[in-house]
């Protein structure tokens, strides 16, 4: 039987400035190569045959072929120009998806993601439609109130990586509708059209690179292999 098609979106839409850099974090070096250039290699060491889009600011699509020129990076991969927002960013990736699969949607600045998580992600979402990697906070978690904060049960809640994995039909009819302020993720994107939603269990590896700590984190795991 001929296995599903796959797709990854890569959104890498990210500038430089929580980093305090010019650059933008995608294009920054973890031991020796940009991250963005880690985190397609993650999901092509899970499957060669996986369909990568990788999206990226219309301003940065030069840079990005000059860096894979630079590294002789020659994994395959089409790149399309992002929207304004997330949002608009995976809906354009969306549109270089053909037919049916499972579609994966994954940061572009999560380098660390295990090929183990990124398998039970795909295979959880041919199984129930939807697949969300999440890890259980390590720390203490207060609400606010509006009459200051209050201290809620740490083991009801869970912090949402990616990849997140859907059936594309799914992804495709959740990412029709008008964008709504509360869309954080594609699960809640998803879930907004009365799907619901498999959570994957992640990794606190599995780090999105946003601050100059983050940084520093992932140069000691790229150094740990």
């Excluded at 990210?14 to 980093?19: D, E, K, P, Q």
């Excluded at 070096?29 to 600011?57: C, D, Q, S, W």
């Excluded at 990736?93 to 660390?112: K, T």
């Excluded at 439609?129 to 809640?157: F, M, N």
Aim: overall charge neutral; charged content about 20%; proline content about 5%.
């Amino acid at each position: 039987m001929a296995k599903t098609p796959e797709y990854a979106i890569i959104v890498a839409g990210g500038s430089g400035s929580r980093m305090q850099h010019e650059l933008p974090k995608q294009f920054m070096e973890v031991a020796g190569k940009p991250i963005l250039m880690h985190t397609i290699e993650r999901f092509h060491k899970y499957n060669p045959a996986v369909r990568m889009v990788v999206v990226l600011p219309q301003e940065q699509l030069n840079t990005w072929r000059s860096l894979c020129q630079k590294h002789g990076f020659r994994l395959f991969h089409m790149t399309v120009p992002g929207g304004a927002t997330r949002f608009g960013s995976v809906r354009n990736g969306l549109d270089a998806v053909m037919g049916d699969g499972l579609v994966a949607v994954h940061d572009g600045v999560r380098p660390f993601v295990a090929v183990e998580t990124i398998q039970a992600a795909y295979e959880a979402a041919a199984t129930y439609g939807s697949a969300v990697v999440a890890v259980s906070p390590k720390d203490s978690i207060r609400e606010l109130t509006a009459e200051g904060s209050r201290a809620v049960p740490r083991a009801k809640y869970k912090l949402v990586q990616t990849p997140q994995v859907f059936q594309a039909s799914i992804l495709r009819k959740a990412y029709e509708q008008p964008e709504q302020e509360y869309f954080t993720d594609d699960a809640s994107v998803v879930e907004s059209i009365g799907e619901s939603i498999t959570l994957v269990e992640g990794s606190y590896r599995n780090i999105k690179i946003t601050t100059p700590e983050d940084l520093l984190l992932a140069e000691a795991f790229a150094r740990e292999g």
